[in-house]
Every structure is written in C-alpha cells, then in structure tokens.
C-alpha cells in the first residue's frame, strides 16, 4: 500500500511539473521571428501605425481550408501568437522600415490595416500564409497622399503551424519591400514631396 501511494504521489508531481496544467502540454508560442536585415544603430525607423480590421485581435491561429469549406476560419487548438497578429506583424516590419539616409524629412505617416492573417490550405498537404493590407500615406495635416493594397502569398513549407509562421514570416517580408519600393517612387515621382524624405 505504501509504495502504491508513492506511485500515485510521483504521478501527480509528473502531471503537475512546470508549465503543464492538469497534465496537457501547454499551447506552442509563436512571433514572426527577427528579420533577416534588421535595423542599424542610428538609423531613423519609418513612422505609422498598424490595426487589424480582420477580426478578434487575441492570439489564436487561424488557418482555413480552402479545398473543403473556405468559407470557416478555424483556430489551431495548440499553438498561439506570443501577442496579437497585429503586434507579431508590426514587430517584424519594425525592423525593416527604417530610413536608409539620415538626412531629410518625413512629414507623412503610413497608416496599414491588416485585412488577412491567415494560413489558407489548398490540400490536405499544401498551403500558404496569405496576409492582405491596405496601406494609407498620410500627410501630416492629415490628407491622403496615396493608398494601396497588397494581398501577398507565400508557400508554407510544412502543413502545419509552424509551417504557417514561415509563411506569415516571408509574407510580412515581401509587404516590407513593397512599402520601401512604393515610398521610393512616390518621392521620384512627385517634384513637390508632400512627405520630404
């Protein structure tokens, strides 16, 4: 009798060890991860702000599948963001929108409204992060300079969550390149800059 109550008192010491609740493995925490060019030291970081008009802002998952009802979102049970989708995506963007010269202005602010952050399966064993953006350029007294919106793809390599943040990942990379290609040409293309970068 004694040493079946000193089993079932190292059970329950097993069950109840560091980060586990009533024995179940607690959820995978996931961000975007650092950038492959993160910020300089001394560089000026862009100006905007970032909001999610996609939904709830918690920290679920989510993922569709597009092949059998693309219609329902679902969430994965076991892994979440580390925050909102939206805090994980300005996160990553932060450290690449930055100004490459020191010199000159920035009267405009980049508003971005995050329509879709999702992995989307396309088949049992294939999917990809989509994440769609309108991206607004603000003057500083407030008019709209220009506008865009991107819906940007990329492939997961495994069809999981994980699988899934890469994606999310080289998506939020390839809107980086987008914005600093679009802010570039709308400072060569326009003699008088309303945002004097």
């Avoid at 918690?58 to 049970?77: C, I």
């Avoid at 793809?153 to 890469?166: L, M, Y």
């Amino acid at each position: 009798m004694r040493y079946l109550i000193l089993f079932l008192a190292l059970l329950a010491a097993g069950c109840a060890s560091p980060g586990y609740r009533n024995g179940v493995a607690p959820a995978a925490m996931f961000d975007l991860g650092v950038p492959a060019s993160t910020q300089k030291q001394g560089v000026r970081p862009w100006r905007f702000s970032l909001v999610s008009t996609n939904g709830g802002e918690g920290s679920s998952m989510l993922y569709r599948l597009a092949y059998a009802d693309g219609s329902r979102v679902m969430e994965y049970a076991n892994s979440r963001w580390i925050s909102t989708p939206s805090d994980v995506l300005r996160k990553r963007l932060e450290g690449q929108l930055f100004w490459e010269s020191v010199h000159g202005t920035d009267n405009c602010r980049l508003q971005l409204e995050v329509r879709r952050f999702e992995q989307v399966f396309s088949s049992a064993n294939q999917s990809a992060g989509v994440l769609a953006v309108r991206a607004s350029l603000m003057a500083q007294r407030g008019g709209l300079v220009d506008e865009r919106l991107w819906v940007l793809e990329a492939p997961a390599p495994t069809p999981d969550a994980p699988g899934g943040v890469k994606a999310l990942a080289s998506a939020a990379d390839q809107l980086a390149l987008a914005l600093k290609t679009w802010r570039t040409q709308m400072s060569g293309q326009q003699s008088d800059n309303p945002c004097g970068d």
